[in-house]
């Protein structure tokens, strides 16, 4: 299958920078899903699960699967440029640290009477039910 470049970078470091088949990053309406050839277009990117599916030498396919917070996605001349304030593997986040930063938020969310510290918990909510949420997802897949 055809192949396009890509480069997801977070505030860090890159997160990934090579060739794949397929990308599906989350966007306001759902998965979004981007091949090779895709037409030009821009997205932001919202707290959720992005997938990227590479081809190895010997023709087998893998994916990659990450957590990723807020950003933009932008596809070009059969390239596509991610940037995201983070990307974690499942395998890097921990479970129980994911468990308190959604009670944290719960309980901000909660407190808060005023709009900006109202959105800035929710921000925080939805990031950590999302780590939390691709964690065990992946977790119980690799059983």
Request: hydrophobic share 40%.
């Amino acid at each position: 299958m055809k192949q396009f470049d890509l480069h997801v970078l977070t505030m860090n470091k890159p997160f990934f920078e090579g060739k794949c088949v397929s990308l599906i990053v989350p966007i306001k309406d759902g998965q979004y899903g981007i091949l090779a050839d895709h037409c030009n277009w821009i997205s932001a990117v919202v707290p959720g699960e992005m997938k990227i599916t590479i081809e190895g030498d010997d023709g087998k396919r893998s994916a990659i699967v990450a957590a990723v917070a807020g950003g933009i996605v932008k596809a070009e001349n059969n390239s596509v440029l991610v940037l995201v304030d983070t990307a974690e593997r499942p395998e890097d986040i921990d479970e129980n640290r994911a468990r308190r930063a959604v009670q944290m938020a719960k309980e901000q969310t909660a407190k808060q009477t005023a709009t900006r510290e109202y959105y800035a918990a929710q921000a925080r909510l939805a990031r950590a039910v999302n780590r939390l949420r691709v964690r065990t997802h992946n977790v119980i897949n690799d059983r």
